[in-house]
């Protein structure tokens, strides 16, 4: 048995090829042979959404996604979020509104808030609370988070990126 | 959000502010390198054996099939430490680390293996054979109190009131303070309430699991990498147990995702640098989940009882606690701790508080924010709550008659400097939230607690460097875990006329900066804060020989106010740090400040909170409507990141009282070792927390600052008890209040109160 194979993927819009071993996650696979250490691992069982990239266009935990089933896929992480060195409105939101501590939750929080902002430019506040339910971080408390959202969404609102 | 103005307001200028954090670009983009992110040349991979059992004797450990499997370099057991005569407690500790003779609990390593790739590691540790002999375990502190007990460590004994027990028990200390006579002050009091309360062991919940990634080098020289609260604990330890001078170990903090306590204990360190030793590589070790959950340090399970008496107006005459902390298979102290706080904040003629540290077959117990405060200020605070109730008096009123203040004494001795309780009491009071009514449709109530935590003091080192641009360095040993960057920046700024981005934060390995201790207990900001401010003033000192130099007069004509050197002589105008900075090099090199501190006590701090509540009382769930968290944080440095201490420490308290708790099997195993069954509140089950920041600086402290992180977590246990007794009825003294249990609380007394109905 063949223990590893390659994966053909567009991370961030740059097309690559990675080696994986056919036991690794897409978690594993973004980290380990891609070397994106931005997705990070809380839990391994889709339960914090620290690793959320979004993948054609739905938002995944990247431990409950095989690397295999990555192949041909397009898939944004939190190192894509950014265009050179702009950040994204929510990146500028989250350092404004002081909404991360440890920061170890954050990357998962932009990509899933920018998942909802993409579908959803104006959520109320149970919109936010209800979809980053996915998303757990012990340092917060959330409030900055949800206040980090909702002005990154106005921003957005004002001025698409 | 209601807030009070930060009242170093006109006397600071960088102090109070909200400047972005230094380190924030880093861990918005994904730059920023946790422990776990470090990938290093020709690094293995490891992974730890663990026991299946609670408690039992290691009669073999047979590795010889693991070693033989392709990919697998090495394997290590306890063994494989520096052997020979070693005291008890270093045999503790080096046990915690990996079982020698005894498999103390479920989920304590037992061997580590070292393989080209986590599979294969994972597997070779499934192929290391144990033999065990199975021993009955005991989990529950009541059960492992008693005289029959099995013994978690046969060679315990109880050290009490300063002697030492003969006789083998699982209480490994028994702490009393005692001061009038409780059984007269009982007497003499008009109204005297006892209660008995629960609570369950708790986990800190932070979302990075424990790693480390260890390279022995063949000289001997050994660098280990990990997301640790305490780098310099992490090397101290390594070098007890490897039996090495300190200067052999080089420790790096990575970026720690939380901690709470959690990471200041070491796990993986140094099995990985075994495996090293033995690999010559680096090897990394990552802790699953469930590891996290099972293996590393839960707050402890407690039991007390809460006895106060008072007077018809409200005074307490005496209190009397006895407290019970869960210390896990291994000796600690929590339950001392715990007896420091459980009155603190009361003034009190007659005390007497008992409390035991208990082993049982569970992982050490480890800090967790305000570590033991919230266990035994539950009590408390649900008893004051009953004795308001029963005298017709407001909470409020109740605490502030009974409040300390500068000169009482705390309960178990010590005096208090200048506090804040009471301002914090006002500020409560004075709120918008608790001056509004409070809600009154059915199952609805409104809860009120208070919570003490003394803060930490112990030492830390900084150095302050002059760039020669004027702009500054700031170098800690405190690792950042919720914006210490920017606090360290801001005072430093606020010292030397700077502003927050003038100065560039750093924390440094262990080779490069002073010893300092953990980052926990609140005293980050503080003591380090202290040392920060201590080595801006030895920079300043040495700016002031080189401005005398300057301007041709006397260094004590040079003074340092407003951001800016005068001269007390005539006809200089004001010179910068900025300005002076281009000129260092020619008036004598560059200048570096440091400085050591070691403060002796720290301002204590209080907080005080109130909730709104409604109940469904078909599911037992509990809403919170609204929520007001108000502190003495003494100064706060950087508003966001005071406000965001006490929001996430409330919402650490509301999972703490409403939701988790270790749930135990019937051996005694943890059955809900995953954040989906642990149930860590999610953004969807809490409301937003209003903040306010009372500040009464603190004494001795240059800025007045006391710490803000532990104190939030413990009044949410009381105030959410308090209003669920108000809504329902019913007094929950069993912690979590989880909807099951508020269930069974309405059924119950519906069954008391039916027959009774019936009767009439």
């Not at chain 2, 007659?350 to 480890?366: F, G, P, Q, R």
């Not at chain 2, 005096?415 to 001056?435: C, M, Q, V, W």
């Amino acid at each position: 048995m063949s223990k590893k194979r390659m994966v053909n993927a567009t991370i961030n819009g740059r097309e690559q090829t990675l080696l994986c071993d056919n036991r690794m996650s897409l978690l594993d696979a973004l980290r380990d042979a891609a070397g994106l250490t931005g997705t990070k691992e809380g839990c391994l069982t889709g339960d914090c959404g620290a690793c959320s990239v979004v993948m054609n266009g739905k938002l995944v935990d990247s431990c409950l996604v095989m690397a295999a089933e990555a192949e041909g896929a397009a898939i944004t992480t939190v190192e894509g979020l950014a265009i050179g060195s702009d950040l994204h409105a929510l990146q500028q939101a989250f350092l404004a509104e002081a909404a991360l501590q440890c920061g170890v939750c954050t990357p998962g929080f932009l990509v899933a808030s920018k998942a909802l902002l993409d579908r959803n430019p104006d959520p109320t506040e149970h919109e936010i609370r209800y979809w980053l339910a996915g998303n757990l971080c012990r340092c917060t408390g959330y409030q900055k988070i949800l206040e980090a959202v909702q002005s990154a969404a106005a921003q957005l609102r004002d001025n698409p990126r | 959000m209601e807030q009070q103005g930060s009242s170093g307001k006109g006397k600071y200028k960088v102090i109070g502010t909200r400047p972005i954090r230094h380190d924030g670009e880093d861990k918005v983009t994904g730059r920023a390198q946790y422990g776990a992110d470090i990938m290093l040349q020709d690094q293995l991979y490891g992974h730890l054996l663990r026991s299946p059992h609670s408690n039992a004797k290691i009669l073999k450990i047979d590795t010889s099939k693991a070693e033989a499997m392709p990919g697998v370099r090495a394997v290590v057991t306890s063994q494989d430490f520096p052997q020979g005569e070693i005291s008890a407690g270093k045999k503790y500790a080096r046990d915690r680390i990996l079982a020698s003779d005894k498999a103390l609990f479920k989920g304590h390593p037992i061997a580590a293996v070292a393989a080209e790739d986590r599979w294969t590691a994972e597997e070779a540790a499934k192929a290391i054979e144990v033999s065990y002999e199975v021993l009955p375990a005991v989990m529950d502190v009541m059960e492992a109190i008693k005289e029959d007990a099995p013994l978690v460590q046969e060679g315990n004994t109880t050290s009490t009131l300063g002697g030492q027990d003969a006789k083998p028990s699982n209480i490994v200390n028994h702490t009393q303070h005692k001061r009038g006579d409780v059984d007269d002050g009982f007497a003499k009091a008009e109204l005297v309430i006892e209660r008995e309360f629960d609570t369950k062991a708790v986990h800190q919940g932070y979302i990075e699991p424990q790693n480390a990634t260890a390279l022995a080098r063949s000289d001997g020289q050994i660098t280990v990498w990990c997301s640790s609260q305490a780098p310099f604990w992490v090397r101290a330890e390594l070098s007890a147990l490897l039996e090495l001078p300190l200067s052999r170990f080089k420790v790096v903090p990575m970026e720690i995702g939380g901690g709470f306590g959690g990471k200041i204990n070491s796990y993986l360190e140094a099995p990985a640098v075994l495996l090293s030793k033995k690999t010559g590589q680096p090897v990394k070790l990552v802790m699953s989940r469930a590891d996290v959950f099972e293996a590393t340090g839960q707050a402890s399970a407690v039991h007390s009882k809460i006895k106060i008496g008072v007077n018809k107006d409200g005074a307490i005459v005496a209190g009397q606690a006895w407290l019970a902390y869960e210390s896990g298979a291994l000796p600690s102290n929590w339950g001392m701790q715990g007896s420091m706080c459980v009155f603190a904040p009361y003034k009190m003629e007659h005390v007497l508080i008992d409390a035991y540290d208990v082993l049982t077959n569970t992982s050490k117990v480890a800090a967790y924010r305000a570590p033991s405060s919230p266990q035994a200020m539950f009590g408390t605070e649900s008893v004051m709550d009953e004795i308001a109730q029963e005298l017709g008096m407001d909470p409020i009123e109740l605490r502030l008659k009974n409040a300390v203040q500068e000169g009482d004494l705390r309960a178990d001795g010590p005096k208090f400097p200048r506090i804040g309780f009471k301002e914090t009491l006002e500020a409560i009071k004075n709120s918008d939230h608790y001056k509004s009514p409070p809600p009154s449709a059915p199952n609805q109530a409104r809860g009120l607690a208070a919570g003490f935590w003394f803060n930490a003091g112990m030492q830390s080192s900084a150095t302050v460097g002059i760039n020669m641009d004027g702009t500054a360095s700031v170098v800690t040993g405190s690792v950042d875990i919720g914006g210490s960057r920017a606090s360290m920046s801001i005072m430093a700024a606020e010292a030397l006329g700077l502003t927050a981005e003038e100065v560039r934060p750093s924390v440094a390995d262990t080779d490069s900066i002073g010893h300092t201790d953990v980052t926990g207990g609140s005293r980050t900001t503080a003591v380090t804060g202290t040392a920060v401010y201590e080595a801006a003033q030895d920079a300043i000192g040495q700016m002031k020989k080189r401005v005398a130099k300057l301007w041709d007069i006397s260094e004590e004509q040079v003074v340092f106010e407003d951001g800016a050197f005068k001269s007390t002589a005539n006809g200089h105008d004001p010179m910068t740090v900025k300005e002076l900075g281009p000129k260092l090099g020619m008036t004598g090199g560059p200048v570096l400040g440091s400085a050591t501190v070691a403060p002796k006590s720290v301002g204590a701090g209080f907080g005080v909170h109130v909730v709104d509540i409604e109940v469904d009382p078909e599911t037992g769930k509990v809403a919170i409507l609204r929520y007001t968290a108000a502190q003495d944080v003494g100064t706060a440095i950087h508003l966001s990141y005071v406000e965001g201490q006490m929001q996430g420490g409330v919402v650490q308290g509301i999972g703490w009282a409403l939701n988790e708790e270790y749930i135990r099997g019937e051996d005694g195993a943890m059955q809900n070792t995953g954040f989906l069954d642990y149930r860590v509140p999610t953004m969807l089950d809490v409301p937003n927390i209003e903040t306010i920041i009372v500040e009464v600086p603190a004494p001795g402290q240059p800025y007045g600052v006391r710490g803000v992180g532990e104190v939030p977590i413990i009044p949410p246990l009381g105030a959410l008890h308090n209003a669920i007794y108000k809504a329902i009825g019913v007094r929950l003294r069993a912690l979590p209040m989880s909807p099951p249990s508020v269930v069974k609380a309405i059924h119950e007394a519906r069954k008391i109160a039916e027959p009774a109905a019936a009767r009439t």
